[in-house]
């Protein structure tokens, strides 16, 4: 589904990734780890093609197609789907309103009719029960005044709504406590399928309890410097980042 | 793909523009006193109304343009502008039937049909072509509630008292160089009339259209509630396509008796000139409402796409206790269009209330300015206001400007403002972007949350119209 291939960004001047590799198959859900620094967001920006974000060696594709040419629009259309660890407040833009246009742009894009403003509703409805979301916020414009947790249960929903091929979530557990953390990763578990693959971003080891990955990977320097089963991450948990940078198995970053 | 939308989208052009085949009796080039007598004979007008026009006139020659607004454009030669056109043929009409059907077809295509079947079945409308009404439609369903509500040079033959009672009441000949300038070639305009305790039965619009070349639309609106009454009315307005700028001077005239409410919204859509700032209209207008009354209310609400120039401040007086003056605005300024506008909140009575919104949008080299006046009077214990002006700015050659006056001469009153300016986000732009929404798409959704707060003010079939408006004026205003 997604083959990254010796990948470099810059953001801005800086060189971030370095040459990155990585292969993700349909049903997999991919855990990616590292320090503050390491690339993990830049990694996931480039994949959904943030102005700003320039790739300037490698490649991706992404089902069969070059994933780096499209616009960030066609990208989200084509089932890329990316959950922001600081999603954006929309004030004026109720949340519906906003959810319909996302939904109907993805399936206009597959040449199917638009879905109607009542049906619409009664869908989202039930979207919004199915993440444990009050209704209520579905008028609230988007994200304004939300709780960090209710941001990323919006951000949850969205995703239900949307039923990408490919879901990246970007330190989604970031800011949110424990009650919330598990409510968010049972929302991203009941997507979890044979179609669709995850890439999970975070810094802890903690969201992988409730969202169990079946590969880890540890992003250094721009680069993926160690991959494994869920193990690793419990192994790094304990022994922390320093533990695999010092370990002398892979050239350290540059500083 | 996304990039050849973009390019089709900014290919776009202003869907108004078009121009009738229509031949029209006009008045020679010029400003001249003959010209003020001559547009006054045309239309057999009373000598109190010549006498108006002819103080106007007089008074106008000693007056200078003003120069205080943010707003730049070539000297205008008032001797070059033909200040009077009417459609031909000017015989009395009997029925919308006889309209002449140029005219008529310019209307369908602008969506205003003057056939009272086909019309949406709760607003009566008062066409205005160039230089004069060529039809109001409901005039009967109306006259069966009291309202009158006709062009202004019927009103003038049928109702020469209340003319000559209000006209020039609430904004004076002398008031300033346009107002003047209009006072003294004027050639239509709606009038209305709701009288005692009289809840208008239908919305009230007026639809005003610039068709003939060098001409300068000059029209004149006057709306009167009496005590308890109420109304709700609204103007649009849009023009050819055309390299020369155009004049447009009007003045607009509300008076709300004790308990009355006048609720008036504009959506103004004159031709703003190409991308490259090359024609459109400059929108030099006068709005001025009078509470007059104890508790009556004066509701302004705009939304100003169009225009090279505007420079517009819809204001309240509010002479009567306890009486409510709101202003809610949307401006926009693309490509090169410059807009100055705002209001002035002049409280006088006890207990007056009022509110300002402005939302200004700058786009492309667009120039956007509120200005606006908070007077308190003396004589106004516990007068209240609460302004907020926010500006959006998208990209980083155009400009928003701030001017609040602020007046106070009574300790009792509380006034809050509020502002703010921000640029369009990109991460608010890449979020929408990553949920499948054009640039174009997200763009019209971030500025019209923006506008919420203005566009919830405005009727509903308006509102739509507003939102969709607003998506066409900023294509091409991102890329």
């Excluded at chain 1, 049903?27 to 690339?39: F, K, Q, R």
């Excluded at chain 1, 990323?152 to 949110?176: F, H, V, W, Y």
């Excluded at chain 2, 608010?428 to 949350?449: H, K, P």
Aim: glycine share 8%; proline share 4%; hydrophobic share 35%.
């Amino acid at each position: 589904m997604l083959k990254i291939t010796n990948l470099h960004a810059k953001v801005g001047d800086k060189a971030i990734l370095k040459g990155l590799n990585l292969t993700v198959k349909p049903g997999e859900v991919h855990a990616i780890m590292g320090p503050n620094g390491s690339g993990k967001s830049t990694l996931s920006y480039v994949l959904a093609g943030r102005p700003g974000y320039t790739v300037t060696e490698g490649a991706a594709e992404y089902d069969g197609k070059d994933l780096l040419a499209m616009d960030p629009e066609i990208r989200a259309r084509e089932g890329v789907f990316l959950a922001f660890q600081y999603p954006v407040e929309i004030p004026g833009v109720s949340n519906k309103y906003f959810l319909k246009a996302a939904y109907n742009s993805l399936r206009k894009h597959r040449g199917e009719p638009e879905m109607d403003a009542g049906a619409f509703l009664k869908f989202i409805k039930e979207k919004a029960k199915s993440v444990e979301m009050d209704p209520a916020f579905l008028n609230r414009s988007v994200n304004e005044g939300f709780s960090g947790g209710e941001k990323k249960r919006n951000e949850i929903l969205q995703l239900a709504t949307l039923e990408p091929k490919l879901a990246i979530l970007d330190e989604t557990d970031s800011g949110l406590d424990i009650d919330a953390l598990k409510i968010v990763a049972e929302g991203v578990n009941k997507m979890r399928g044979p179609k669709r693959a995850f890439v999970v971003v975070t810094h802890y080891q903690r969201l992988l309890d409730y969202i169990v990955p079946d590969f880890v990977h540890v992003l250094s320097g721009g680069r993926i410097i160690k991959s494994g089963g869920k193990e690793l991450a419990l192994e790094l948990e304990k022994k922390g980042y320093s533990w695999i940078e010092d370990s002398g198995s892979v050239p350290k970053a540059a500083a | 793909m996304a990039n050849q939308d973009l390019k089709e989208l900014a290919a776009k052009e202003y869907k108004y523009g078009f121009e009738s085949d229509v031949e029209a009796d006009q008045v020679p080039r010029g400003l001249t006193e003959d010209t003020v007598r001559l547009i006054s004979a045309k239309k057999n007008e009373p000598k109190f109304m010549l006498e108006f026009r002819l103080k106007a006139y007089k008074h106008w020659l000693t007056m200078t343009e003003p120069t205080w607004a943010h707003v730049h454009y070539p000297k205008i030669d008032y001797q070059n502008v033909i200040y009077y056109s009417a459609p031909k043929p000017k015989k009395k009409l009997s029925s919308m039937d006889e309209v002449d059907p140029e005219i008529r077809a310019t209307f369908d295509k602008l969506g205003i049909p003057l056939d009272e079947q086909k019309m949406l079945s709760n607003v009566a409308v008062d066409a205005v072509f160039d230089s004069v009404s060529v039809a109001t439609t409901f005039r009967k369903t109306l006259a069966e509630a009291g309202v009158i509500f006709c062009s202004f040079s019927d009103a003038v033959k049928e109702h020469p008292d209340l003319l000559e009672k209000y006209l020039g009441s609430v904004v004076p000949y002398t008031d300033n160089f346009f107002a003047a300038l209009n006072a003294a070639v004027f050639s239509d305009g709606s009038f209305c009339y709701i009288p005692k305790g009289v809840k208008c039965p239908m919305e009230l619009s007026t639809y005003f259209r610039i068709n003939a070349k060098d001409t300068g639309q000059f029209e004149r609106t006057l709306i009167v509630a009496e005590d308890g009454a109420s109304v709700s009315y609204l103007e649009g307005c849009t023009a050819p396509m055309r390299d020369e700028n155009q004049l447009h001077a009007a003045v607009v005239e509300l008076v709300a008796g004790a308990d009355a409410s006048i609720k008036y919204s504009t959506i103004q859509n004159w031709y703003p000139g190409d991308k490259n700032g090359k024609g459109g209209i400059y929108n030099f207008v006068t709005k001025r409402g009078k509470c007059a009354g104890a508790r009556s209310k004066i509701s302004w609400t705009q939304v100003e796409t169009g225009s090279a120039i505007t420079w517009k401040y819809p204001s309240c007086i509010l002479v009567g206790d306890e009486s409510v003056g709101e202003f809610y605005s949307v401006a926009l300024a693309n490509h090169y269009q410059q807009a100055d506008t705002g209001t002035k909140m002049i409280h006088i009575g006890k207990n007056t209330k009022s509110t300002i919104i402005s939302k200004g949008i700058s786009a492309g080299h667009g120039q956007n300015t509120y200005r606006g006046q908070v007077k308190i009077a003396k004589s106004a214990v516990g007068a209240r206001n609460y302004s907020q002006c926010d500006s959006l700015l998208l990209g980083d050659k155009c400009g928003a400007h701030t001017f609040p006056y602020i007046e106070v001469g009574n300790t009792s009153a509380t006034l809050e403002h509020e502002a703010s300016t921000s640029k369009i986000g990109e991460d608010q732009l890449f979020y929408l972007r990553q949920r499948g929404l054009s640039t174009e798409d997200a763009v019209g959704m971030i500025v019209n949350g923006f506008c919420k707060q203005v566009f919830a003010e405005l009727p509903l079939e308006f509102a739509v119209e507003a939102h969709k408006l607003m998506n066409i004026s900023l294509e091409g205003s991102v890329g």
